[in-house]
Nanobody
């Protein structure tokens, strides 16, 4: 299974950005996909998760009301729409997956496959 993130870059505070995570290698069913982020010197933080069907989502308190996760299973792609970005959102963003259908208890140590990460920088 391979994951490839795209869509990172420099954005001004208050701006918006959409990240994409293209997944390949699932044999039949899609599975849960989660977004994480990490800044140097800090642990990887869970940002959002979406169930295999897309019916259930979960968000970290720090991004609730500003970020929205969605997926297109026909394209095997998961999106993270980020609005009202703040400087503290600056990080490398990773998408990840495992063999589960639901997001309950999603954490970095539960994920098996990871993308290479994409840098998001929020700065004026």
């Amino acid at each position: 299974v391979q994951l490839v993130e795209s869509g990172g870059g420099l954005v001004q505070p208050g701006g918006s950005q959409r990240l994409s995570c293209a997944v390949s290698g699932w044999k039949s069913d899609p599975y849960v996909v989660a977004w994480f982020r990490q800044v140097p010197g800090k642990e990887r933080e869970g940002v959002s998760c979406i169930s295999a069907s897309g019916a259930a989502t979960s968000y970290a308190d720090s991004v609730k009301g500003r970020f929205a996760i969605s997926r297109d299973n026909a394209e095997n792609t998961v999106y993270l729409q980020m609005n009202n970005l703040k400087p503290e959102d600056t990080a490398v963003y990773y998408c990840a997956t495992n063999w589960n259908y639901y997001c309950s208890g999603y954490a970095s140590h539960n994920m098996i496959y990871w993308g290479q990460g994409t840098q998001v920088t929020v700065s004026s």
